[in-house]
């Protein structure tokens, strides 16, 4: 129930930016995304997620969605859950990370064994080769040159024994819009 109030209060503010929101006892909550492109989508938060946990993940999706909107020339949309772009789930989990050290910052009991060791690949520079290593979606089929594997390998083998990786919501496409501007 707390979670459902942190992420009131988020879609409370996000209402002010003309999203809608979507939130009932038996469905997870969620938010519809409005777009000036030609499609809208829907963020669908994990509504059993701890209080202390509603807020990043909640951030997460909307970086995610803040980077689909911004790049929605890389995406073939058809209704359904979105996989990520790799370069889309290394901004989300960056900005997820840095969230995550805020509210640690402001709350120094909150903890959670996933985002303590998120936060530590964010502050050891690997986030990218974290993504690649941990996230790496069917559809990513070319690896980017510039990921240091090996150096993430050796630092890895210190910093995240026993790590899995993990993932709270999702973003669904729910309608593509015909515009009158595409003739």
């Known amino acids: ?13 996000l209402g002010l930016m003309g999203c809608r929101s ?7 909550p969620r938010l519809i995304v409005p777009s000036t492109r030609t499609f809208s989508f829907t963020i669908e938060v994990d509504g059993s997620l701890p209080e202390h946990l509603g807020a990043p993940w ?8 803040a980077y689909l909107d911004e790049n929605r020339d890389q995406y073939s949309l058809s209704p359904g859950i979105l ?16 969230i995550w050290k805020e509210l640690k910052e402001r709350t120094q009991s909150n903890n959670d064994k996933y985002l303590d060791e998120l936060l530590s690949v964010h ?6 080769e974290y993504v690649w290593t941990y996230l790496r ?3 990513w089929t070319k ?7 090996k150096e993430f390998g050796a630092w890895e083998r210190l910093h995240l024994e026993h790590h899995t990786a993990e993932s709270y919501g999702n973003i ?3 309608k593509e819009i015909q515009s009158d501007l595409t003739s």
Do not use: N
């Not at 129930?1 to 503010?13: I, N, W, Y």
């Open 172 to 174: 669904k496409v729910v």
């Open 1 to 13: 129930m707390k979670v459902l109030a942190v992420l009131g209060l988020a879609l409370c503010l």
């Open 83 to 98: 996989i990520p772009k790799f370069e889309e789930e290394v901004a989300a989990r960056k900005d997820l990370a840095q």
């Open 143 to 149: 690896q980017p040159r510039d990921l240091e594997l």
């Open 22 to 28: 979507s939130v009932s006892p038996t469905e997870e």
């Open 58 to 65: 909640l951030a997460y999706l909307m970086a995610r969605a």
């Open 137 to 139: 979606q069917p559809t």
């Open 123 to 128: 502050d050891g520079g690997f986030m990218r």
